[in-house]
């Protein structure tokens, strides 16, 4: 059975076929908790779907009893659901089709397990020792809490006419006149804390929480002048992506007004140093008030102290920022946690992306942040021990603190693992372009030129470090990271793109690289493998080590069109805008398999992809821009 996913900001619902939720990682979700782990429908009959239409805002399923084929149903289902900000509404009509009264007992079975998101992705086995209650409440409806503590999570079911309640089931007999028909309307609330919905109002409906959705991502996409350059393909995947980017955002942890990039779903939906900071970066040039409110998000976490626990550094910008029951008791480290070697650097980039689009407020406004982040990459990053940004692969949390972040995925060519402190290609490239728009902010907007041209002199001998220490000769190409003993991790990877994005390799040499990425052992003919094919490693239904990433082409698109090559770049864009025509919707997931577009004439999505996602939503927008 296929799954069906809806969002709305920290919101989420994952329904099978018929609407329902009753296995696996289904379920109606909110800040990292599951709210409801079942909801289920059922007449007493056996039913079966005979239709079931989905968009963005709402979906809607009619169901009959199965009957045999000589044989016609006394009556029909249909159910219509809408998803809001913290809450599930649903409208039940069932419809008499005998010209005699007919009585039919219709079921909701529900529980609520509040399962933390890191539980259900297998990360592992948790105590969670709270207190789940019960109430039934004066007006009919079920009041479901967990606590511990302090922390107290509750889901509230209301309906519009009063529920028979037994155990964890609501029932109600409806009774249908002749021809005709008897409606039904529920919401499903999900909180936190004390305060709880006053009892006794009525549901909403599906069709004002499917408007106030639709009109709210109509608002973020219309009037949106995005360059498609006469290709109806690139115009539908710019579309699409820009409808995710809506649904996608999320309030600011401790500063609600503020609406960012959550990365994705299911597992995402929070605020997310690199994801966020990449994906408004796409976004900047159509939808700088992302950008915007990215950069005040993570200047307000930005790292204050020395914790190894989290990672945290004066100055570094944070990974990730969660709010579920695990990270607030510190059973996971990602309350709060900075393992991240990139989201630094990519911050200061965006800072002066930010500033040649929208002026000089924010980095007015953001100057102390902008310097400690410089002052981490100096001291703590690794630039003045190493020489290059360096993170170690022993602590708390992810192996790996790049953007391919699983445990495997930093590797030499015959499959060797690297130990660090690591030094991964891109995020040099990262520094590189961090130093020179910090010192183009020092020069012209905080008026000191001394600490402009220190930050443009380092940024020289990075370059030219850079080009010596990483430069794979005989290959053409960059070495995918040095490893703790200064070693070229020489497996032939995708973050070459990156490094071209970045301009920190010379004009020649860029080209050289860009090219190799455009080969068959790299480009699937969907978009460029994260390991180029051939390599011990490499696997085509890896998530790092084969794969293919929207984004990760989007940017390797604009790497090639930076070291002037278009016809390369074009020819990259268009097999990534292929597969986006092949997605419904046009949806780019989150990650694709690796197999080459001659032998599957559909991209073939990689299992756990996430969908939709953000930096994978904003790639057409990045192709867009670099095409211009």
């Known amino acids: ?267 995402f939906l929070t605020l997310f140093g690199r994801d966020s900071l990449i994906t408004s970066m796409s976004a900047l040039p159509y939808r700088p008030e992302l950008a915007g409110a990215t950069l005040r998000a993570l200047a307000a976490v930005q790292g204050r102290v020395v914790d190894p626990a989290r990672i945290e550094e004066p100055g570094k910008i944070a990974h990730e920022v969660r709010q579920g029951e695990l990270s607030r008791f510190g059973q996971t480290p990602y309350g709060r946690y900075y393992g991240t070697v990139d989201a630094t650097p990519l911050f200061l980039v965006l800072l002066g992306g930010h500033r040649r689009v929208a002026g000089d407020g924010m980095a007015i406004e953001l100057e102390s942040a902008a310097r400690a982040a410089v002052d981490w990459m100096f001291h703590h990053g690794g630039l003045d021990e190493h020489g290059y940004l360096v993170y170690r692969t022993d602590g708390p949390g992810l192996v790996h603190q790049c953007w391919k972040d699983s445990a495997r995925s930093i590797c030499f060519a015959d499959g060797e693992l690297a130990e660090g402190p690591i030094a991964v290609c891109e995020a040099q490239g990262y520094a590189y372009e961090a130093l020179l728009s910090t010192a183009e902010l020092a020069r012209e907007v905080w008026r000191d030129p001394a600490y402009a041209d220190r930050l443009t002199d380092r940024a020289a001998r990075l370059r030219a470090d850079f080009e010596q220490d990483f430069w794979l000769r005989g290959q053409d190409f960059v070495a995918l990271a040095l490893d703790g003993r200064r070693r070229q991790v020489d497996a032939l990877a995708s973050n070459a793109g990156h490094v071209l994005w970045s301009g920190i390799l010379p004009d020649g040499r860029a080209q050289q690289v860009g090219k190799r990425l455009t080969e068959p052992r790299f480009f699937s003919g969907w978009g460029v493998r994260t390991l180029a094919e051939g390599q011990v490693p490499f696997h085509p239904v890896s998530y790092h080590n084969g794969g293919v990433w929207p984004h990760d082409t989007a940017i390797a698109v604009a790497g090639l069109a930076r070291a002037g090559l278009t016809t390369e770049a074009t020819h990259l864009a268009e097999g990534l805008v292929a597969a986006a025509g092949h997605q419904p919707g046009n949806r780019l997931p989150e990650v694709m398999a690796g197999y080459a577009r001659a032998e599957t004439p559909y991209p073939v999505r990689y299992p756990h992809s996430a969908s939709p996602q953000a930096w994978a939503a904003a790639a057409p927008l990045l192709i867009a821009t670099s095409l211009a």
Do not use: C
Request: aromatic residues 8%; proline residues 6%.
């Open 1 to 267: 059975m296929s799954t069906h996913t809806s969002v709305r900001g920290t919101t989420f619902l994952i329904t099978g076929d018929t609407a329902d939720v009753v296995a696996g990682t289904e379920g109606f979700y909110a800040e990292d908790t599951r709210h409801l782990s079942r909801w289920e429908f059922s007449t007493g009959d056996a039913l079966r779907v005979l239709s079931a239409v989905r968009d963005r805002q709402s979906t809607s399923v009619i169901l009959s009893p199965a009957t045999p084929r000589n044989q016609d149903a006394a009556y029909s289902v249909f159910r219509d659901q809408a998803l809001g900000s913290g809450s599930l509404v649903e409208e039940v009509r069932v419809r008499n089709h005998l010209a005699v009264p007919v009585a039919v007992t219709v079921e909701f079975r529900f529980a609520a397990d509040f399962a933390d998101q890191f539980e259900l992705r297998g990360t592992g086995q948790f105590e969670r020792p709270g207190r789940h209650t019960t109430i039934v409440r004066e007006s009919g409806e079920v009041l479901l809490a967990y606590e511990r503590d302090d922390y107290r999570k509750w889901t509230v079911l209301r309906s519009s006419v009063p529920a028979a309640y037994a155990g964890e089931q609501l029932s109600w007999t409806l009774d249908l006149p002749p021809h005709g028909e008897v409606p039904l309307r529920l919401e499903v609330l999900a909180g936190e804390g004390q305060r709880v919905p006053v009892s006794g109002e009525q549901p909403a409906r599906v069709a004002d929480v499917a408007r106030r959705a639709r009109l709210d991502v109509e608002e973020f996409v219309e009037g949106v002048d995005v360059p498609a350059h006469g290709w109806p393909e690139l115009r539908a995947a710019v579309t699409a992506g820009l409808a995710d980017l809506a649904d996608l955002r999320v309030p600011a942890p401790g500063q609600p007004d503020l609406r960012i990039p959550g990365a994705g779903v299911p597992w």
